[in-house]
């Protein structure tokens, strides 16, 4: 990059403040900040209450971490009004139509106009709008539609803020293939578990009784910390290996998550990005329905997934298995959609004048 490039980008405004103990919620932000980094001369991040290692997993280079919310949003205004700042939203969740919603899309509404009229570009990658669809909603709709660039990972998304909008696979996607270089047979089955949703022990016991008949490993994997117990207590139950929330820094602990899945034929989980990332390491994922049906909203367009069901608590694991080449392809076209999507974005927030 020439000094007038470098001169020419602008500052990037944009957040990684999440669940700390969620990996998911690290690993989605950690994509769109890698994504972002190169095309501006800074990226300014709110971190609100985030703990160190989390901070950690993220690049450190051109990058100003910023935990105060009024510094944060006095940065972005010393900046818009000359023309410097691009709006960048990180993917996730979003609930609409609250009295905390509304409070803080005024302010959001606010940022996205001030930005546009300097010159400044917006967008938002991956979000997921949940909540209620009557009138509350307007000023959500109105900072859906102001973004240069909005996708969203479910068309439950545009129902909840009352228009159409684009919906792409989850950023997940785009971390790639993290399966071994080393191929083996792989021989076990992995269970990652939300501790907060009522469990078929039923079904888990079943799984575990032909992963056994199977000669297979069966293992439970912590990836949010807040299941680590249920985790315990079912590798406990069962006499089978854990992968443990510790407290090594978060991308150690990603690390060991990404290595149990790596080793797996099938991974069993009401978790979304534990379905992810188990994909992205070459194993099949099942999806358990816990009544949210959050898996097969957002995964069903890109991935046939087998599901878990109280009708269905069990399947044939060697049948499912067999199922990883298809899962695959299919995973090379989310991750294509995904590299056209940060192409337009690259595109987008470049662009120095408006029509």
């Known amino acids: 990059m020439t000094a007038s490039e470098q001169t020419a980008l602008r500052t990037a405004f944009y957040s990684i403040s999440a669940q700390d103990d969620n990996l998911g919620d690290l690993e989605i932000r950690r994509i769109v900040l890698g994504w972002i980094l190169p095309i501006h001369k800074e990226v300014v991040v709110y971190t609100g209450s985030m703990s160190k290692t989390y901070m950690d997993a993220f690049p450190q280079s051109s990058v100003r971490f910023v935990s105060n919310p009024l510094l944060f949003q006095l940065l972005f205004l010393r900046h818009a009004v000359t023309g410097d700042a691009n709006l960048v939203y990180a993917p996730g969740p979003q609930r609409v139509g609250t009295r905390r919603s509304l409070r803080k899309g005024a302010i959001n509404l606010l940022n996205l106009s001030i930005a546009r009229i300097r010159g400044g570009r917006s967008i938002a990658i991956g979000r997921a709008f949940s909540g209620s669809t009557d009138g509350k909603i307007k000023i959500d709709r109105s900072i859906a539609r102001s973004f240069d660039l909005i996708t969203v990972r479910d068309h439950a998304s545009g129902e909840a803020v009352g228009t159409e909008l684009r919906v792409a696979p989850d950023v997940a996607f785009a971390a790639g293939n993290s399966a071994p270089d080393n191929e083996q047979i792989r021989s076990k089955i992995c269970f990652s578990l939300r501790g907060d949703r009522n469990l078929n022990h039923e079904m888990v016991a079943a799984l575990v009784r032909s992963a056994r008949q199977l000669n297979w490993d069966v293992e439970f994997v912590t990836q949010v910390k807040r299941d680590d117990v249920l985790h315990q207590q079912l590798a406990e139950i069962y006499h089978a290996d854990l992968v443990a ?25 009401n978790r979304l990005h534990a379905a992810l990332f188990a994909t992205n390491a070459g194993a099949v994922p099942v999806a358990v329905e816990d009544g949210t049906r959050k898996l097969q909203l957002t995964l069903a367009p890109w991935l046939s997934m087998p599901i878990l069901t109280p009708e269905t608590p069990t399947l044939d694991l060697e049948r499912v298995a067999a199922l990883s080449g298809e899962l695959s392809r299919q995973r090379s076209v989310a991750q294509s959609e995904l590299e056209q999507i940060q192409r337009e974005a690259a595109a987008i927030l470049q662009m120095t004048d408006r029509a």
């Open 245 to 269: 929330w510790t407290s090594e820094p978060h991308l150690i602990q990603l690390k060991r998550v990404s290595s149990a899945y790596g080793k797996a034929a099938v991974v069993v989980t």
